[in-house]
C-alpha cells in the first residue's frame, strides 16, 4: 500500500519529466550554438540573446564555466543584465547537484536568492568539437510561471500515523483527561452535526472536544470556514443558519453513515484516560476520517476502515 509522501513525490516526478522534456531540446541546441563563440563574452551574449525567446517561460539565460563562473551576461527576456558576469554560481543548489554523467539535468526547486520565490534551474552542458566539456548553460524559470499538469495532487486512501511534538509524548502519562461541556452534551452535539452534514450542506467537521469547539466548511462558501462554538454546538436552531442541501452523489462517506463516526469518536475519546481523542475531523468527500490524541499523534484513515473493529486502530481498545 503507498504511503501519502510516496504519491506525493510520484506526481511531483510526474511533473518534472514533463517539464524536462520540453526544456531539453532548446537549451541543447543554446549549448551547441554557444560552443561556437566560447570564450568571446560579446558573442556569447549575442546567441543567448537570440534564443531565451526559443526558451519558454524563460526568466534568466546565461553560461558558466566548468567551475561554475559565470562567463556570460545575464540574459532576459527584455534585454542584458551585466551585474552577474563573473558571478560564482558553484555554491548554488542548481550546480553543485547537477548529474555529472548527465547532458542536461533540471534541479530541485529551490528559493531563489532575488525574488524569494520557488524556482528551477535548467542546465545543460557546453563541449567542444572533441568533446571536452567547456562549461554550461543555465535557463532559470521562476516557478509560478511555468506550465503546470492540470490534475491536482490527491492523497492516497490510506491509513496514515504522523507522530507528534516529542515533548508533548514524554509527558503524556503525567496528565489526564479533563471533561469539557462538548464531553457533557455529545448527544445533542452529535444530533447536530449529522443533520448539518447530512441534510444542510456542511461537508468538512473539525470538532475540538476539549475546547467545545468546532470548525466547518460549507458548499456554498468552501473557501471560507465557520467558527461554531460550545453554545451553538448545543442550539438545535444553528441549522436554520445553513441552507439546505441534497447530499451530494460524489460524496464518498454515505450519509447514514455519519452517525456512525460520531458515535466512534465518543469511544475514542472516553477509552482511556490518559490516551483519550482531542480532534476529530471528518470530510465526506475525500472519505477521510482525522484523528488527534492526547500525545499528539495523528492519524488519518478511510472511513470504512474507521468503522471497521476488526482494524488494528481499535485492536487495543476492544
Known sequence: MKTAAKTLKESIA?????????MERPLKK????????????????HILEYRIHRISHCLFLYAL?????Q????????????DDFGRDRSNRPYFENRTLDLDFTLSEAYISMRAKRPSLTAMHTVRDKEGKLLGYIGADFDLRDMPMTKAIYKDPRSWLQIKGDPSIRETVFAQERSESLLDQNLDTV???????MAIHGVFHIMLHFSSSRAVV?????????????????????ICLAFPKHSYPKNALIPSERISEIWESFRQ??????????????????????GLTFSCDGSHYIPWDEFLNREHVLWSDKK
Open 71 to 82: 562567463v556570460s551576461d545575464n540574459i532576459t527576456p527584455e534585454g542584458i543584465i551585466t
Open 190 to 196: 452529535f444530533g447536530i452535526l449529522t443533520e448539518l
Open 65 to 69: 564555466d566548468a567551475q561554475g563562473i
Open 217 to 237: 466548511w460549507h458548499y456554498d462558501d468552501p473557501y471560507s470556514y465557520r467558527l461554531l462554538d460550545f453554545e451553538s454546538l448545543i442550539d438545535p436552531d
Open 30 to 45: 543554446t549549448a551547441l550554438l554557444s560552443s561556437r563563440a566560447w570564450g568571446n563574452r560579446k558573442k556569447l551574449d
Open 14 to 22: 510526474r511533473q518534472r519529466k514533463d517539464l524536462s522534456e520540453r
Open 268 to 289: 475514542l475519546r472516553f477509552f482511556d484516560e490518559t490516551i483519550y481523542l482531542r480532534t476529530g475531523t471528518v470530510n465526506i468527500f475525500n472519505g477521510i476520517v
